[in-house]
C-alpha cells in the first residue's frame, strides 16, 4: 500500500511539474510540447534533460522549434499513446480520493464502535467518576473524529480542484493530438485512428471504405503568386467546403501541406466517385478573394485519387493505391476525379 501510494503521488508530481514548467517558460501547449516537458520532468532521459537545462542555463528560449528539435533527437518514436500515462495520473488521484473516502470510513465505523462501548458502560454504571471518564473518553473520540472528517474534506476539494483542473488540460492535449490546428479536421493520427475504427467493424461486414486523397492544383503557383496568407486562406475555404459536403461518419483530414484524405466508411467505389465528384465541382465553383477588398484573386481546383479496401490490405497499401490514383489524376490534366483500378 506504502509504495502504490507513493507511486501516485510521483506519477502526479510529474505532470504538476510538467505543467507548471510549460507555463513558466511559455510553451505552446501542443502534444509534442507537453510530451517534452513531461520526460524533462520524469527525468528518464537524461540526455534530454542536460540538453534542455544547458539551454536554461544559456537563457535561450524555449520556441517549438527547439522543443521539436529534442523530440527528434531524443524521442523520435514515442508513441503517442503515452499521453495515456497522463490519464493514469488522472486515475490514480482518483484512486487516492476512494482511499481517502475508505480510511474516513474506518473513523467512522471506530467512532461508532467507541459510542457503543461508552453506552454499555454508562447502562452498568452510574458511578460519578466512571461518568466523567466516560464523557472524556466521548470527548476525544469526538474531537479525534472531527480532525479526521475535516481532513478528508480537504482532501477532497484539493483532489476534486485537482482532476477538474488536469480534465481540462487533458481533453486540451488529447484533441490537439489528433486535430490539425489551421483547419480544424483530423490530422494524420486522426485519420489513422478513423481508418482504424472503420476497420474494426469492416473486417466483419466485408463492408470497406474508400479513401479519398486530394489536392489542391498548383498551389506553389498560388503561394509564390500571392503569399503564404493567401494559401493558408485557400486550404482553409477547402476545409470547410469538405466539412459542409461530408455527413455521417465521414472523416475529412488534412494530410499534409494543402493535401487532404476524406474516409468514406462502408461505400463502393461508384458512390465513392459521386462525393468526389461533387466536392470538385463545387470547389471548382469557389471565388478566392482579397480579405480587404474582397477583389478574385483566382478560382481553385482540386485533383482527387480514390481507392477502396480490400482484404489483407494494409493501411498504407490502401494510402498509396489512392496516392496512385491522385497522381494519375494530376499527370492527366488535374481537376478531375480518378478511381484505382486493380488490374487482373
Known amino acids: 500500500m506504502q509504495k502504490n501510494s507513493s507511486s501516485i503521488k510521483s506519477s502526479t508530481d510529474i505532470l504538476k511539474q510538467a505543467i507548471q514548467f510549460i507555463g513558466q517558460h511559455n510553451i505552446t501547449a501542443i502534444p509534442i510540447n507537453y510530451t517534452v516537458s513531461y520526460e524533462y520532468c520524469r527525468g528518464h532521459h537524461v540526455l534530454l534533460r542536460?540538453?534542455?537545462d544547458q539551454a536554461i542555463v544559456n537563457k535561450q528560449p524555449?520556441?517549438?522549434?527547439?522543443?521539436?528539435?529534442w523530440f527528434d533527437a531524443f524521442l523520435l518514436g514515442y508513441d503517442l499513446s503515452e499521453l495515456n500515462k497522463s490519464h493514469l495520473d488522472l486515475n490514480n488521484i482518483v484512486d487516492q480520493l476512494a482511499s481517502t473516502t475508505t480510511?474516513?470510513?474506518?473513523?467512522?465505523?471506530?467512532?461508532?464502535t467507541s459510542l457503543k462501548e461508552c453506552k454499555d458502560e454508562l447502562n452498568e454504571t452510574l458511578d460519578t467518576s466512571s461518568l466523567s471518564s466516560i464523557v472524556s473518553s466521548l470527548l476525544?473520540?469526538?474531537?479525534?473524529?472531527?480532525?479526521?472528517?475535516?481532513?478528508?474534506?480537504?482532501?477532497?476539494t484539493a483532489s476534486q480542484c485537482e482532476i477538474a483542473s488536469l480534465q481540462d488540460r487533458l481533453a486540451l492535449v488529447t484533441i490537439e493530438a489528433v486535430t490539425d490546428p489551421l483547419t480544424g479536421l483530423a490530422n494524420r493520427k486522426g485519420l489513422s485512428m478513423a481508418i482504424n475504427e472503420s476497420l474494426s467493424t469492416a473486417l466483419q461486414s466485408k463492408n470497406y471504405p474508400c479513401l479519398l486523397l486530394l489536392d489542391i492544383d498548383y498551389f506553389k503557383k498560388i503561394n509564390d503568386?500571392?503569399?503564404?496568407?493567401?494559401?493558408?486562406?485557400?486550404i482553409k475555404i477547402l476545409a470547410d467546403t469538405l466539412k459542409k459536403q461530408l455527413k455521417g461518419k465521414d472523416t475529412a483530414?488534412?494530410?499534409?501541406?494543402?493535401?487532404?484524405?476524406i474516409l468514406l466508411p462502408e461505400t463502393d467505389l461508384q458512390n465513392a466517385w459521386k462525393v468526389g465528384e461533387n466536392i470538385r465541382r463545387v470547389v471548382e465553383s469557389l471565388r478566392i478573394t482579397r480579405s480587404n477588398n474582397h477583389e478574385e484573386v483566382f478560382r481553385m481546383t482540386i485533383s482527387i485519387g480514390i481507392?477502396?479496401?480490400q482484404a489483407n490490405q494494409s493501411i498504407n497499401d490502401l494510402i498509396e493505391l489512392a496516392d496512385n490514383a491522385l497522381y494519375q489524376s494530376?499527370?492527366?490534366?488535374r481537376n478531375r476525379v480518378t478511381i484505382f483500378e486493380t488490374k487482373l
Request: no cysteine; net charge negative; hydrophobic share 35%.
Open 50 to 52: 542536460q540538453a534542455i
Open 140 to 156: 476525544t473520540s469526538t474531537t479525534a473524529m472531527q480532525i479526521a472528517m475535516e481532513q478528508m474534506k480537504q482532501q477532497i
Open 225 to 234: 503568386s500571392f503569399g503564404h496568407l493567401v494559401g493558408d486562406k485557400a
Open 103 to 112: 480510511q474516513a470510513e474506518e473513523d467512522v465505523n471506530q467512532y461508532d
Open 253 to 261: 483530414a488534412r494530410y499534409g501541406g494543402e493535401e487532404f484524405a
Open 62 to 69: 524555449i520556441t517549438n522549434e527547439a522543443i521539436q528539435g
Open 330 to 333: 494530376k499527370n492527366t490534366g
Open 307 to 309: 481507392a477502396r479496401y
